[in-house]
Structures are given as structure tokens and as C-alpha cells.
């Protein structure tokens, strides 16, 4: 019911929204003589802002067709190397001729960005893939809006996650580096496990964790406690919701975008009244780089996708309830997932000490659970001024978090060609 009455009060206020946009051209109009005074200004502030706040967000551009590399901007071309209905396996081609004008080889290691499956599209990940890309063959996972599959294409959960991150991993072929951001820690490192149990030649030769809970029970946030405090019941009574009419996806049940969204949202509602306070006063001020950097966190920010119930349910049983994996109790199709088992997978760790989605302690918590991991290929790495989202995006993340990632990322790299040499000759 409640995503028939979102729905419902989304269409309701169409006329309006059209009212406000038909309202801020005529106030923006350059044949309005009152358009550069201060009512004009206002009039086309408060229009602007009641069609950002009613309107629907799609799924955002990746906007990567050119990287800076080397001072020089670099082509690129957006691949779909595999899929499944829940998912697009990502490739971000770098234009072999524009990488020898800019001094770097071709051949890169192999990066796979597993991008979060928690209300937001992966192209949150932008800024992360960008820098990547300036050193890296980079895949993302393009995870897919459950509303827009249909109910004939049947489950997707937690194990099905694991499942498919091993499947891509094998499609990009051996030894390549995978890299687990905020949600995707857990499952992730589940399928390197069950790689490295079965010695499988596609399992990668490093992964990486960025704010993500693999352990949950240290530093407990918000999100956590909230997890702990209500009963399972209670998640699937009031989160769960079913996918109305004419969604491809018509009669599933889903954890829906726009409840994951407000449940972020009201945890800074102040910061973010604030920051539209200061996107309707640069409005009025006509200070451009003030718009358009609002405008270009909140068209990502309000931009989000629905999840399965069987995944959300499962997520938070197996990760913020239960603690399968830290507790060494996860099984996946039967089969024990044993961490102890990674022994030629390089590892590292990323986290903000301003995190309060992931709290420090969460995500470092592999290297405990991994100790079979020599120290040589281990690295962990706290950053002091970040938080969740500057973990893996932003100025901080471009300049202090990146170059370490990529460093770790190329001593495995080596470790592993020395390693498989000997094989190889044989």
C-alpha cells in the first residue's frame, strides 16, 4: 500500500511540478524585464526548488566517456561484458592510442568495483571508477532496479549476490583485483573464500574493503543499532513493500529506493535542510558553482533503486543480526564459508574515522578473521578526516586514499606473477 500511495502522491503532483517549471522559465526569461530583480530572482529560486523536491530521479549517466591520464584526457568506452536480469558486468575500455600519448602502457591490471546493493545505483561509484581508471582495466558491477525485473525472472538474495560476484570475477578472467565498497564487503569476501577453498585459477589476487561491515558488532553506529534493537519481524512487517502497476517488476516484493532513501536522509535532516537552504540561496544570488555543485550531489543522492526482499531481509539477518560470517557460522549452499582458507590473497582495508555508517573496526576486522594471509600482503589503512562517502570519493579519497589502494594493488600484482612463475614455466 505504501508504495501505491508514494506512487499515488508522485502523479498527484505532476501539474504542479509542470506549473513550477513553466513558472521558473518565465522567471528566467531574458525578455522578462522583472527576471534580474530581486521577486524574479526569488519567484525562479522557490520554482526551482519545488520541481528538485518533487521530481523523479532516474538513474543517473556515467558521464566517463574521458579520463585525465597523465595530463592527457584519455577515451573510453562503456562495455557490457556479461549480465543476468539483476545485473550488468561493466567495462570502462581505455582508447589504446589516446593511453600511448599519454606515456602509460595498455595492458593494466584488472580491477572489478563491486558497487553497493543498498538503495543506490552504481553509478555513485563514478568518482571512484575515474580514478581507477587512471592506472587500472576497470569493471563495475551495474546492479538493476528489482522493480524493473519481472516477477517471471524469480529470487535474487544474499547467496545469489555471492554467486554472482564469483561468476563475474571468472569472466574476467585470472588473478584479477576486486574491490568491496560499503554493503558488498560481506558477500564478497564470501565468494573469495569459496575461490580460494575450491583453488579456483579466477580467484582475484587481491581484495580490497572500503567502509564495509564485516563485522558489524564493533563500533556500533545508528544504522547498526537500529538493526540490532528491532526484532526481524518488525523489517519484514514495515520495510517490506509490493511493486505496484505498470512496473515491469508489478507484484514483487521489495525493500523500496525511496524508504532506504528517507531512512538516510533523517538521519542528517539537518544537514541536508541546510544544504537546500543554501541551493535556494544560491539560486537567488545567481551563484553558479553553488548550483551546480548541489545539483550534482543530490541528482546522484535522490537517485535510487529498489531491493528484493529476499536480499534486504537476509542482508540484515546475516550481516546486522546474526553475524554469520565474523562468528565463522555463514554457510553458503551447505558449504561452510571458511576465511581461513585465503592464503595467496592479498588484503586491505579502508576506512574513516568519521564513518557513521561503517564505524571504525568494522571493516579491519578481516585481517583477524583472514590469518592466513601473510603480513606482506596485508595493509590497512584508516583516514582521520573522512566519513562514509569520502572513504571512496572525493578530494581526500583522490589524493590520500587512491594512491595507497593502487600501490597495494600493484605489490600483489608482482607478488602474484612471482608466485605463479615457476607454474607457468612448467
Not at 514495515?238 to 529506493?257: C, E, K, Q
Not at 543554501?278 to 541528482?299: A, C, I, S, T, W
Not at 555463514?330 to 574513516?352: F, N, P, S
Not at 568494522?362 to 585481517?367: D, F, L, P, S, Y
Request: aromatic letters at 10%.
Amino acid at each position: 500500500m505504501l508504495y501505491s500511495l508514494h506512487e499515488f502522491a508522485y502523479h498527484t503532483a505532476t501539474p504542479f511540478r509542470i506549473g513550477a517549471r513553466l513558472a521558473g522559465q518565465f522567471w528566467r526569461s531574458p525578455l522578462n524585464p522583472a527576471a534580474d530583480t530581486a521577486l524574479g530572482r526569488t519567484a525562479y529560486a522557490s520554482a526551482e526548488l519545488f520541481e528538485g523536491l518533487t521530481r523523479r530521479y532516474g538513474k543517473p549517466d556515467w558521464g566517463l566517456e574521458t579520463v585525465e591520464i597523465g595530463g592527457r584526457r584519455v577515451r573510453t568506452s562503456e562495455q557490457v561484458v556479461w549480465s543476468s536480469p539483476w545485473c550488468r558486468l561493466l567495462r570502462f575500455a581505455r582508447h589504446v592510442g589516446d593511453l600511448k600519448r599519454a606515456g602509460r602502457p595498455a595492458a593494466a591490471p584488472a580491477v572489478l568495483l563491486v558497487a553497493p546493493l543498498s538503495g543506490h545505483y552504481a553509478t555513485l561509484l563514478r568518482g571512484t571508477a575515474e580514478a581507477f581508471l587512471q592506472d587500472h582495466d576497470v569493471y563495475v558491477t551495474d546492479w538493476t532496479n528489482a522493480r524493473q525485473v519481472p516477477m517471471l525472472e524469480g529470487r535474487f538474495d544474499f547467496f545469489d549476490y555471492i554467486d554472482h560476484v564469483r561468476t563475474m570475477l571468472g569472466v574476467i578472467g585470472p588473478r584479477a583485483h576486486v574491490v568491496g565498497v560499503c554493503q558488498p564487503g560481506p558477500p564478497v569476501l564470501a565468494a573469495c573464500a569459496l575461490m580460494a577453498g575450491d583453488e579456483d585459477p579466477n580467484r582475484p589476487a587481491s581484495m580490497t574493503f572500503m567502509g564495509s561491515p564485516i563485522d558489524a558488532r564493533l563500533s556500533p553506529t545508528v544504522t547498526n543499532q537500529l538493526a540490532e534493537e528491532k526484532p526481524f519481524t518488525w523489517f519484514r512487517s514495515n520495510m517490506i513493500h509490493t511493486v505496484p502497476w505498470p512496473y515491469p517488476g508489478f507484484g514483487r516484493r521489495v525493500y523500496p529506493g525511496f524508504v532506504q532513501l528517507y531512512s538516510f536522509m533523517s538521519m542528517n535532516e539537518e544537514r541536508h535542510r541546510d544544504a537546500h537552504h543554501e541551493y535556494f540561496q544560491h539560486l537567488v544570488n545567481g551563484d553558479g558553482d553553488g548550483v551546480e555543485k548541489h545539483e550534482e550531489f543530490y541528482n546522484e543522492y535522490l537517485s535510487v533503486l529498489d531491493l528484493t526482499e529476499e536480499f534486504y531481509l537476509q542482508t540484515i539477518d546475516i550481516v546486522f543480526q546474526q553475524h554469520l560470517l565474523p562468528r565463522g557460522l555463514l554457510e553458503h549452499r551447505g558449504r561452510k564459508v571458511d576465511l581461513g582458507g585465503i592464503t595467496d590473497i592479498g588484503l586491505m582495508t579502508v576506512e574513516g574515522a568519521k564513518d557513521d555508517i561503517s564505524g571504525v573496526g568494522q571493516t579491519q576486522a578481516a585481517h583477524g578473521l583472514c590469518g592466513a594471509i601473510p603480513d606482506d600482503r596485508r595493509t590497512l589503512y584508516v583516514h582521520p578526516e573522512v566519513g562514509h562517502y569520502g572513504v571512496f570519493n572525493g578530494r581526500r579519497f583522490r589524493d590520500d586514499i587512491y594512491p595507497r589502494v593502487r600501490d597495494f594493488i600493484a605489490l600483489n600484482e608482482a607478488l602474484c606473477a612471482v608466485s605463479e612463475r615457476p607454474a607457468a614455466a612448467a
